[in-house]
């Protein structure tokens, strides 16, 4: 970020300078907070706004991003910042300049005969997973390399599997029309839900 803010110097771009900064502080400073379990999804839906506007101003107008999720879900609590370790590989491994990536988040609230969840599923019209991937994920297989690739997936799904034992679900496939898609299955969880002591506050 601190090379994208002197290349704007150089050009004397003020104005984007000016919203990076105040981007880059959000976001860091959501960094710095989440030290916790669970924050509320209004967060982690902001947390993400700021890092692909960010992506927006390094790429220009290469990325689209959708988002759909209703406002009733605003202080859902999910794991801090697995949104952000989704979207961020989506991006790593899904985007080029040749052209216009699209990154589709959709989030809502499912109901059971037992209980309730939410279910977020992220697409995009990239590449989509390799076979061998694609196999190691679904059966939830370590993807961590010897030069530490792919550490942010296999670390988010351990970190569900002790913030939600037995009680979630992950499917990663590729679209037929191309492209990757995550679907994730969580418990439904409020504040007052007894989740309160593991909140960023």
């Known amino acids: 970020m601190l090379s994208m803010i002197h290349s704007m110097l150089q050009t004397k771009n003020y104005k984007e300078i000016e919203e990076l900064t105040i981007l880059t502080s ?13 924050s509320e999804l209004k967060d982690e839906v902001q947390h993400i706004k700021d890092y692909l506007e960010i992506q927006r101003i390094r790429y220009g107008n290469s990325i689209y991003f959708s988002l759909n999720y209703n406002d009733d879900l605003q202080n859902t609590l999910v794991p801090s910042l697995l949104l952000q370790t989704f979207i961020e590989n989506t991006i790593k491994h899904g985007f080029s300049f040749q052209d ?3 990154i589709l988040l959709s989030i809502k609230q499912v109901k059971t005969e037992d209980s309730d969840y939410i279910q977020i599923c992220i697409e995009d019209n990239g590449p ?5 991937i694609l196999s190691k994920l679904n059966q939830k297989q370590s993807l961590i390399t010897e030069d530490g690739h792919h550490i942010g997936i296999t670390n988010t799904i351990e970190r569900l599997n002790l913030l939600y034992p037995n ?6 496939e590729n679209n037929e029309e191309g492209g990757a898609k995550i679907l994730l299955l969580i418990p439904y969880k409020i504040i007052d839900g007894g989740y309160n002591e593991h909140l960023i506050s």
Do not use: C, K, P, V
Not at 26 to 38: E, G, K, P, S
Not at 128 to 132: C, I, N, R, Y
């Open 26 to 38: 959000n976001y860091l400073r959501h960094l710095f907070m989440a030290n916790q379990d669970f």
């Open 167 to 172: 009680d979630y679900s992950i499917a990663f």
């Open 128 to 132: 989509g997973f390799s076979e061998e």
């Open 100 to 102: 216009l990536f699209t």
